[in-house]
């Protein structure tokens, strides 16, 4: 074995063959041949790849490791970390990318050759993206130089482990591309190690970019070119750089000089080779606020999703600093810091975007900062995202739209505010509730409609002129008592029943002793039901819903001793072909994604693809449902399944979920759905990890039974399942119709009886 063959984990054992953690414990116990730990721990060691490979190929447990899963073996257990595997692996899929006679030059000579030939081919590809590296790489305790490249040219020494990988990663690179096969590894990095890194979900990024940039061309009021020149001051992974549209030139500055030349590779892969894209970039590392890499920058745009609640931000260090043109901000005011750094590197009528903590615009603390920011028109707009749009997802977080003064740019005698509501009532059916797209929550946010919502609110805003009429209230909205009246209010309503309320907010009502620009202080929110006509339609439904309930309710049972059929188990049946099991994965492949949570709550597929965690996920690597499938969570221990209808077909299977694809020749859907539900059935099949309940569905049982017999059985089933749906319409529709009639009697639209 090679002295430094990739290692892998349990865990990666468990993925490569498709099993639980558990099958590999059981297999480490039960075959003295299994490979032997090399590194690790006692209880987390680390086995040798190609012996485990070997293992599984021996057992007929594998055919073959899949490409994919191999490369991202290589990574995660490279002598030297997965960083610094990814940056070699940047590197080189860039030359494959941009000069590929010289990769299949460089890929035809032995490892040894090829490790001493590569430094000089990335070299050249480094310097045309990134220009002439002019520094050192940067050393712990050092402070790095601003100007210095981020991403270094490894030596040969260094790449010499890299180079199996680097073969593997090229091959995987012809069949998916060389952006692809970065954007999977480095989801992979990011999936694997959440808590290290600050995401910044797709769709939200491609909202914040969009409000950057609100249309193609000119701007409508002002005739001005649209933003092309962007910066990032808080870079991070690169999501919002990424999701610019036909930029001429990105600034990026990021503080971890690991995560600032991953990101550097991962914008340079994305936009297209130098010989077909003009496109400027400039990727710095060191700390923003201390040390600012492009203090002579004026950007025609900033985005920012910049660190929340710090208290070492430069307080003290940074008092006479010019950038705090609108007041010094108190130590418990980073985020005001980073909307005064973003406003002094825009050009005069720039527009900065940046996600805000909801505190922020209401901190006394930061009044004052607040109110200047208002009074000379930098502030435009502030907009109440859905709780779990970001990190931390439990809050809803704020974007400030911000343009910078001065030219020909007049200050605003409005701020937009823009409270993006969850929905008022469910869509119906039986699959619509808290679940369903509209319903909010983290991996549960219909981000089109939320940009449908926002942007036509903003793009009304900007556009209005004084000629023209006031638009009626957005729906579902009612003036609280004392409210001044709507002006300039954009309706925000979309077809999928998500609502938020806007409305120009004249600043001379803002600036009061708390300046407070929370929206939800200053918009009323849409009653539950729809207000008080609304709650007479849900009051009808409810009783059309009971109605239902009561005919679908199942009759006395008939009591007969208990069956000794003879069982055999899910294991089995996929061995003999009589149905397929597959697991989900991160939702690739685009599409509505079934989650785990609407399996769980009986509702329509809800999640958008997981793009962060895994963004280079192929259709072919996706599960697509079809009718008939039968879908069963992974974790919990409950006893839920689902039976894939013709509405849910399509939709991706996602995180934490099994499907089993029946034969309908040899097993009826309704009747195996049926039988795994069974609580005994559950229990012998599930087992303990160390923070739930884990099920193993190959070991759930079904009885042995002709077709005929198991349709009778799948009838019966199929109707609970029926009932099971009724009853949670009816409480969700109760629900509805109490909270709205407390939300009508307490603002006065409902009269007591």
Same mark, same amino acid.
């Given at each position: 074995?090679?002295?430094?063959?990739?290692?892998?984990?349990?865990?990666?054992?468990?993925?490569?063959?498709?099993?639980?953690?558990?099958?590999?414990?059981?297999?480490?116990?039960?075959?003295?041949?299994?490979?032997?730990?090399?590194?690790?721990?006692?209880?987390?060691?680390?086995?040798?790849?190609?012996?485990?490979?070997?293992?599984?190929?021996?057992?007929?447990?594998?055919?073959?490791?899949?490409?994919?899963?191999?490369?991202?073996?290589?990574?995660?257990?490279?002598?030297?970390?997965?960083?610094?595997?990814?940056?070699?692996?940047?590197?080189?899929?860039?030359?494959?990318?941009?000069?590929?006679?010289?990769?299949?030059?460089?890929?035809?000579?032995?490892?040894? !050759?090829?490790?001493?030939?590569?430094?000089?081919?990335?070299?050249?590809?480094?310097?045309?993206?990134?220009?002439?590296?002019?520094?050192?790489?940067?050393?712990?305790?050092?402070?790095?130089?601003?100007?210095?490249?981020?991403?270094?040219?490894?030596?040969?020494?260094?790449?010499?482990?890299?180079?199996?990988?680097?073969?593997?990663?090229?091959?995987?690179?012809?069949?998916?591309?060389?952006?692809?096969?970065?954007?999977?590894?480095?989801?992979?990095?990011?999936?694997?190690?959440?808590?290290?890194?600050?995401?910044?979900?797709?769709?939200?990024?491609?909202?914040?970019?969009?409000?950057?940039?609100?249309?193609?061309?000119?701007?409508?009021?002002?005739?001005?070119?649209?933003?092309?020149?962007?910066?990032?001051?808080?870079?991070?992974?690169?999501?919002?750089?990424?999701?610019?549209?036909?930029?001429?030139?990105?600034?990026?500055?990021?503080?971890?000089?690991?995560?600032?030349?991953?990101?550097?590779?991962?914008?340079?892969?994305?936009?297209?080779?130098?010989?077909?894209?003009?496109?400027?970039?400039?990727?710095?590392?060191?700390?923003?606020?201390?040390?600012?890499?492009?203090?002579?920058?004026?950007?025609?745009?900033?985005?920012?999703?910049?660190?929340?609640?710090?208290?070492?931000?430069?307080?003290?260090?940074?008092?006479?600093?010019?950038?705090?043109?609108?007041?010094?901000?108190?130590?418990?005011?980073?985020?005001?810091?980073?909307?005064?750094?973003?406003?002094?590197?825009?050009?005069?009528?720039?527009?900065?975007?940046?996600?805000?903590?909801?505190?922020?615009?209401? !901190? !006394?603390?930061?009044?004052?900062?607040?109110?200047?920011?208002?009074?000379?028109?930098?502030?435009?707009?502030?907009?109440?995202?859905?709780?779990?749009?970001?990190?931390?997802?439990?809050?809803?977080?704020?974007?400030?739209?911000?343009?910078?003064?001065?030219?020909?740019?007049?200050?605003?005698?409005?701020?937009?505010?823009?409270?993006?509501?969850?929905?008022?009532?469910?869509?119906?059916?039986?699959?619509?509730?808290?679940?369903?797209?509209?319903?909010?929550?983290?991996?549960?946010?219909?981000?089109?409609?939320?940009?449908?919502?926002?942007?036509?609110?903003?793009?009304?805003?900007?556009?209005?002129?004084?000629?023209?009429?006031?638009?009626?209230?957005?729906?579902?909205?009612?003036?609280?008592?004392?409210?001044?009246?709507?002006?300039?209010?954009?309706?925000?309503?979309?077809?999928?029943?998500?609502?938020?309320?806007?409305?120009?907010?004249?600043?001379?009502?803002?600036?009061?002793?708390?300046?407070?620009?929370?929206?939800?202080?200053?918009?009323?929110?849409?009653?539950?039901?729809?207000?008080?006509?609304?709650?007479?339609?849900?009051?009808?439904?409810?009783?059309?819903?009971?109605?239902?309930?009561?005919?679908?309710?199942?009759?006395?049972?008939?009591?007969?001793?208990?069956?000794?059929?003879?069982?055999?188990?899910?294991?089995?049946?996929?061995?003999?072909?009589?149905?397929?099991?597959?697991?989900?994965?991160?939702?690739?492949?685009?599409?509505?994604?079934?989650?785990?949570?609407?399996?769980?709550?009986?509702?329509?597929?809800?999640?958008?693809?997981?793009?962060?965690?895994?963004?280079?996920?192929?259709?072919?690597?996706?599960?697509?449902?079809?009718?008939?499938?039968?879908?069963?969570?992974?974790?919990?221990?409950?006893?839920?399944?689902?039976?894939?209808?013709?509405?849910?077909?399509?939709?991706?299977?996602?995180?934490?979920?099994?499907?089993?694809?029946?034969?309908?020749?040899?097993?009826?859907?309704?009747?195996?759905?049926?039988?795994?539900?069974?609580?005994?059935?559950?229990?012998?099949?599930?087992?303990?990890?160390?923070?739930?309940?884990?099920?193993?569905?190959?070991?759930?049982?079904?009885?042995?039974?002709?077709?005929?017999?198991?349709?009778?059985?799948?009838?019966?089933?199929?109707?609970?399942?029926?009932?099971?749906?009724?009853?949670?319409?009816?409480?969700?529709?109760?629900?509805?119709?109490?909270?709205?009639?407390?939300?009508?009697?307490?603002?006065?639209?409902?009269?007591?009886?």
């Amino acid at each position: 074995m090679p002295e430094n063959a990739t290692e892998v984990t349990a865990a990666g054992i468990a993925r490569l063959a498709g099993v639980g953690r558990a099958a590999v414990s059981n297999w480490r116990r039960r075959h003295a041949d299994f490979p032997k730990p090399v590194g690790g721990t006692e209880t987390s060691p680390s086995f040798a790849l190609p012996q485990v490979e070997q293992w599984l190929r021996d057992q007929g447990k594998l055919a073959e490791v899949p490409l994919r899963e191999r490369v991202w073996q290589q990574v995660s257990g490279h002598p030297e970390g997965a960083v610094t595997a990814l940056i070699h692996t940047g590197c080189a899929l860039l030359v494959v990318r941009d000069r590929p006679t010289a990769w299949l030059e460089l890929a035809a000579v032995p490892d040894e !050759r090829m490790a001493g030939a590569l430094p000089q081919a990335i070299e050249n590809v480094l310097t045309a993206r990134f220009g002439p590296d002019s520094g050192s790489p940067h050393h712990s305790g050092e402070l790095p130089d601003p100007a210095a490249r981020v991403v270094h040219t490894p030596d040969a020494a260094c790449l010499l482990p890299s180079v199996p990988l680097l073969r593997a990663a090229a091959e995987l690179a012809a069949g998916s591309g060389a952006r692809q096969t970065f954007e999977f590894l480095f989801g992979r990095q990011l999936d694997a190690n959440p808590r290290q890194y600050t995401l910044t979900p797709p769709g939200l990024a491609e909202l914040m970019a969009a409000l950057a940039e609100p249309g193609k061309g000119t701007d409508r009021g002002t005739g001005r070119q649209l933003a092309r020149t962007v910066l990032d001051p808080a870079a991070g992974t690169g999501s919002l750089l990424r999701a610019v549209s036909r930029p001429t030139a990105l600034y990026a500055q990021e503080a971890d000089p690991d995560l600032a030349a991953l990101t550097a590779l991962r914008l340079a892969l994305h936009r297209d080779g130098p010989g077909a894209d003009d496109t400027a970039l400039a990727v710095r590392t060191g700390d923003t606020l201390r040390a600012d890499a492009f203090p002579q920058l004026a950007a025609d745009a900033v985005l920012c999703h910049p660190p929340f609640n710090e208290r070492n931000w430069g307080h003290d260090e940074l008092a006479y600093d010019p950038r705090w043109e609108y007041g010094f901000p108190a130590r418990t005011e980073s985020e005001l810091a980073w909307v005064q750094h973003a406003l002094a590197r825009l050009k005069d009528g720039g527009t900065a975007v940046l996600l805000m903590p909801p505190a922020a615009a209401s !901190r !006394r603390s930061g009044r004052r900062i607040r109110a200047d920011l208002l009074r000379r028109g930098a502030l435009r707009a502030v907009i109440a995202l859905p709780a779990g749009a970001a990190p931390p997802y439990g809050i809803p977080l704020h974007l400030w739209i911000l343009r910078r003064p001065g030219g020909d740019v007049r200050p605003a005698p409005e701020l937009l505010l823009v409270d993006m509501a969850e929905p008022a009532e469910p869509a119906s059916g039986a699959g619509a509730g808290p679940g369903s797209p509209a319903g909010g929550g983290r991996d549960r946010i219909d981000w089109p409609a939320v940009h449908r919502a926002v942007l036509d609110a903003w793009q009304h805003h900007t556009g209005n002129s004084a000629a023209t009429a006031p638009p009626a209230p957005s729906t579902g909205s009612a003036p609280s008592a004392g409210s001044a009246p709507s002006t300039g209010s954009a309706p925000s309503a979309d077809s999928a029943g998500s609502t938020g309320v806007s409305r120009a907010v004249p600043v001379i009502e803002l600036l009061d002793d708390d300046v407070d620009l929370a929206p939800a202080r200053h918009l009323p929110r849409p009653a539950a039901g729809g207000g008080a006509a609304g709650l007479i339609g849900v009051r009808e439904r409810l009783a059309e819903t009971l109605r239902l309930t009561a005919r679908l309710t199942p009759p006395p049972a008939d009591l007969s001793d208990p069956a000794h059929w003879p069982l055999t188990t899910v294991g089995e049946l996929a061995r003999a072909g009589a149905l397929h099991l597959r697991a989900g994965g991160s939702g690739g492949g685009g599409g509505t994604v079934l989650t785990e949570h609407d399996v769980l709550a009986g509702t329509a597929p809800s999640g958008t693809p997981a793009q962060a965690a895994a963004p280079a996920e192929g259709a072919d690597d996706a599960v697509l449902l079809e009718p008939g499938d039968v879908v069963v969570p992974v974790l919990g221990g409950g006893s839920v399944t689902r039976v894939v209808d013709e509405a849910t077909a399509g939709a991706v299977l996602g995180r934490n979920l099994q499907v089993l694809r029946p034969d309908p020749a040899a097993i009826d859907p309704w009747f195996l759905a049926g039988f795994l539900r069974g609580t005994a059935n559950n229990r012998q099949a599930s087992s303990y990890a160390s923070t739930a309940t884990r099920l193993d569905a190959r070991r759930l049982q079904l009885p042995r039974l002709p077709l005929a017999e198991q349709r009778r059985y799948g009838e019966q089933f199929r109707t609970l399942a029926e009932f099971e749906d009724a009853l949670r319409a009816a409480g969700r529709l109760g629900g509805l119709l109490v909270q709205g009639m407390y939300d009508g009697l307490t603002d006065g639209t409902v009269a007591p009886k």
